[in-house]
């Protein structure tokens, strides 16, 4: 199985569970300017009013047109994507996670080999799809395992890319031990704080300090599997 | 954290004269000016915000919200679809080379 799954392509997640027991149907679309000018206007406000999230205080308005030409001058093979929820009846799609990715960087671990890198990823809270005017969604239909379905999106990515499931991330100090401790339930490895960065401004610009963490291709692969009920 | 907000406004200032304290003006040439200039300053603006990555700033900027922006259309936001991999060619053939036998 994984041997296959680093030769074929994965799809994407494609349900989310929700809390009344059933699945929503979600899908993964590339992020697009009206995606992330929604996000600003609707979804970013009540972020910024939890002090406690790592994503307060973002701007995706320029971290999207930054990472897209940082990405590209750099050779780094930028992409994002929206997780969200499909209404065909309305031709709505509602996001409920953005990713942006660099597609090609080297490896933490094997430094000659290609890695995928989360440059940012956020998720919506509740009340930001419970209080979309025209479109609320229920408390019981709000999709669950968000976090995860967006790591989800970088993994299956690098898969596809010929990455074998290689992701890397920064996971951001304000997330404390806590967002830390979350990415190591999710099979990844915590760089650690003496090892050296690749080659590259990260090594010179923000050295490893313990808050890196990584997939190896083993572990992409068990967590990829993980989320097979989903895709 | 990413490079704080902060950042990006002083680079607009400093690379295309606008006003720091305006976010929609800073988030405007990100959008449509910077890409239009030169590699050079395109290079030098990102290794300035690459070098503040996780600094934090003194000051602050007030963020701006886009007022009721629509949801985006289902049409215009297809589902990424599954690229075909070294394995899936191979059973595409061997699928192909078997009718072709038939």
Known sequence: MGILRKRRGVPFARRAPTESGQDVPIHIAKMTAPHVMWWHSHVQPIIDRDPNRADNGWNWMLYVPFAELGGRVLMRKPVGYTVGLSDPEGDRFVPCALVQLLGRVPALDEHDRESVFVWFLSTAPDEALTTIEDHPISEDQIPRRLGSIALDVAVTHSLNERRFGRTALYADERGGDVLLQWYQRRGMTILPDEDKLPRGPRRLLKPSDGRYCYYTVPAAIEASKELDPLR | ?102
């Open chain 2, 1 to 102: 954290m990413p490079t704080p907000t902060t950042a990006f406004a002083d680079a607009a200032a400093e690379y295309g004269g606008v006003d720091p304290d305006d976010i929609e003006a800073v988030q405007r040439w990100f959008a449509e000016e910077l890409p239009t200039l030169s590699i050079q300053i395109i290079e030098q603006v990102i290794r300035d915000l690459l070098a503040q990555d996780g600094a934090v700033s003194g000051r602050e900027i007030i963020p701006v919200y886009p007022e009721r922006a629509p949801l985006p259309s289902l049409g215009a936001s297809p589902a990424v679809t599954t690229p075909l991999l070294a394995e899936d060619w191979r059973r595409l053939l061997r699928r192909a080379l078997a009718r072709l036998r038939r």
